[in-house]
Nanobody, 114 residues
Framework: VQLQASGGGLVEAGGSLRLSCKAP???????????MAWYRQAPGKERELVAL???????NYTDSVKGRFTISRDNSKKTVYLQMNNLKPEDTAVYLC??????WGQGTLVTVSS
């Protein structure tokens, strides 16, 4: 497994979760130049890009999560994070990390109750 996602769970609306995506088998020189991203897929919906962070730490977010979610990376740990605050029921989905190339994490389920 190239990417290992974790941190999902059940939370009430307004709550917070932090997702992690580790790349234990990548060497640092492979991980560091990658733009890493979090996607999500809700039941019956298409997969959508939630947030992206480049190798130079620039970030982009889909409009619906701006101001609530923060993507970050720790290259020394080969890990990307997604801090999710003020969660809403519409954030309920399977969240997947992606390295912009061939690899996807296995997905972690986030369920937000109203």
């Amino acid at each position: 497994v190239q990417l290992q996602a974790s941190g999902g769970g059940l939370v009430e609306a307004g709550g917070s979760l932090r997702l992690s995506c580790k790349a234990p088998r990548m060497i640092t020189s492979t991980f560091n130049p990658k733009a890493m991203a979090w996607y999500r897929q809700a039941p019956g919906k298409e997969r959508e890009l939630v947030a992206l962070i480049t190798s130079t730490f620039s970030t982009n977010y889909t409009d619906s999560v701006k101001g609530r979610f923060t993507i970050s990376r720790d290259n020394s740990k080969k890990t990307v994070y997604l801090q999710m605050n003020n969660l809403k029921p519409e954030d309920t989905a399977v969240y997947l990390c992606h390295d912009g190339g061939n690899y996807w994490g296995q997905g972690t389920l986030v369920t937000v109750s109203s």
